[in-house]
Antibody, heavy 123, light 110 residues
């Protein structure tokens, strides 16, 4: 069974960098067909796709966040990470890591999600 | 403002059928058959219920079905049960190469 678990600080000061890690079990993060994504959910529901990484180094980000986002992989720990710089209160959200469908490029949905990590940006 | 428009809430009685709509544009729903639906209980992660407009993952009840017409997708739940009470989100792949989501619909089983 594939499982994902987010970890990282739940409180970040405005203008600083948000850093989260997703630990994957039951699947290999370095499998060629796998795409690993970050998605966030703002208070009051809305979901927003942040970006993904595949082939352990190729990334694609939401254009609205591209200038502030970095997603990377640590294959030795079977983890991938999110860094979001220059955060503001608008970045307060629950952050989820997720796996794109098992066929990777040929799948257009997310089949496994972590439980989510609430990150609050304080002033 | 969410890119996809969903009703904020719907309700139905046990045994009835309900439909949740999700309206987008030609850049997302209207341009691709890559609509997915997720169920979310409070405090839990989203669960995939429908993908590629009308396919169910293994383990999802056949009471859940999806469809699409133009730039509007729909999720129908038949034989409503108390356990179906949750939030439902639609999502679509987009021409920009990423995904957009709806604002979510709260389903209340009366």
């Amino acid at each position: 069974q594939v499982q994902l678990q987010e970890s990282g600080p739940g409180l970040v000061k405005a203008s600083q960098t948000l850093s989260l890690t997703c630990t994957v079990s039951g699947d290999s993060i370095s499998t060629g067909a796998r795409y690993w994504a970050w998605i966030r959910q703002h208070p009051g529901k809305g979901l927003e796709w942040i970006g993904y990484i595949f082939h352990s180094e190729s990334t694609y980000y939401n254009p609205s966040l591209r200038s502030r986002v970095t997603i990377s992989v640590d294959t030795s720990k079977n983890q991938f990470s999110l860094k979001l710089s220059s955060v503001t209160a608008a970045d307060t959200a629950v952050y989820y890591c997720a796996r794109r469908g098992p066929g990777g490029h040929w799948e257009y949905y997310f089949d496994y999600w972590g439980q989510g990590r609430l990150v609050t940006v304080s002033s | 403002q969410p890119a996809l428009t969903q009703p904020a809430s719907v309700s139905g009685s046990p045994g009835q059928s309900i439909t949740i709509s999700c309206t987008g544009s030609s850049s997302d729903i209207g341009g691709y058959n890559y609509v997915s639906w997720y169920q979310q209980y409070p405090g839990n992660a989203p669960r995939l219920m429908i993908y590629d407009v009308n396919y169910r993952p293994s383990g999802v009840s056949d009471r859940f079905s999806g469809s699409k017409s133009g730039s509007t997708a729909s999720l129908t739940i038949s034989g409503l049960q108390a356990e179906d009470e949750a939030d439902y989100f639609c999502s679509s792949y987009t021409s920009a190469g990423g995904w957009v989501f709806g604002g979510g619909t709260t389903l209340t089983v009366l």
